[in-house]
């Protein structure tokens, strides 16, 4: 039975981990039209060694260069009617939030596989 609660305690904080990348990628998708944002980056590490668990690390933010977008008529626009917009692209956002997706039901999938395996064998030891 350790074995099962050590799997599910991996498959948890996975899906964790990537709900969380995905709450930032909604953010960047949000921002994507905001002057001056710049894209935040998450990776994940080992929330405690040796048992497997994962979990987000610090936020980052994408050093890319910002666009500078051509419109005099906004605000914020400069001297030559320029204004620097976000580094988000919306493409590699999409992706992103694909990818965390499908990790998040990869690791929903072997959650709920240990679950069955526990009750078929709660089952068969009550026989």
Known sequence: MADFSTTLSIAASGMQAQASRMRFT???IANADTPGYHRKL???RAA????????????????????EIYDPAHPLAND?????????DLL???ADAREASR???A?????DQVRQMSTSLLDLLRR
């Open 26 to 28: 909604s953010e960047n």
């Open 42 to 44: 998450v990776s994940f």
């Open 48 to 67: 405690h060694a040796n048992d497997g668990t994962v979990e987000a690390s610090r936020v980052r933010l994408d050093r890319a260069p910002l666009a």
């Open 80 to 88: 030559q009617g320029n204004y620097s917009g976000s580094n988000v």
């Open 92 to 94: 590699i956002e999409i």
């Open 103 to 105: 990790s998040y039901e």
């Open 107 to 111: 690791n929903l999938k072997v959650f």
